[in-house]
């Protein structure tokens, strides 16, 4: 057996939409990792689904923490907060992680702390995923795999699938933290905050996780607010990063552009891309 000794805290909020059939396969793909020194933090943001929380207080297991909040605040609010407690502990070094309605490959872990031993100075490492559930899925998302090609093409692919990633705890220790004032986009603005801060970045050319989508999923990542917000945020970040160049202006302007297409077209590139 391989060496288990790195701690990880894996961290999850659930709401009230989530689903327990959905929720039981999330949680059981984390339960059943390959890699067992972990403790898997799950906030419930307001009220959840009266099935769920039957079923997390069903569970006898201090590998299981169930935090609730009185009321929805958000998925940044809610990691943040579980990100908090993690850091007070003191008892981790990597945080995982994962949604309510995804897959982790039972090795996940495992593989990413392998990547971890192997590669120390890398921060943040995340994954190939595979999507599901929808007309749209792409069999395998392409994700770039090193820091600089990472970080070359900040402005024109997110870094990461964002439930594969799992970070050093001391990514956070100087308070860092993910924006709550950014609903939908808290995560881009996390990923180039890092990079501002060098942290470095990488990619297992591997599939982590089964990434569960519906047409809701891609209506949420199109419309003029969305095409907004994130213009303003990458506009922001290109001058912040001293990146300004043609080729970056471009990329901004046409993710703006593909943000406000019809439905049916931002669906295809989506699945093409």
Known sequence: MKCQNAKIAVIMSIYINDRLEDFKEAFNSIINQTYSNFVFFIYADGEINEEIEKYLLSIKSNKVVFLRGTCNKGLAYALNKLITLVIELNDFKYIARMDADDISELDRF??????????????????????????????????????????????????????????????????????EDRPLTEDICLWFELAYLNKRFANIDSVLLRYRINENTLERRRGLKKAITEFTIRLFYVRRLKMISWRNIILILTHFFVRVLPSPLFKLIHKIN
């Open 110 to 179: 495992q593989q990413q702390v392998d990547f971890f031993d192997k590669n120390p100075d890398v921060d943040v490492v995340g994954g190939l995923c595979q999507e599901f559930g929808g007309e749209s899925a792409r069999k395998k998302c392409k994700v770039y795999l090193d820091d600089y090609t990472i970080k070359f093409n900040l402005f024109k692919k997110c870094p990461f699938v964002h439930p594969t990633v799992m970070f050093k705890a001391s990514v956070f220790n100087d308070g860092v933290r993910y924006p």
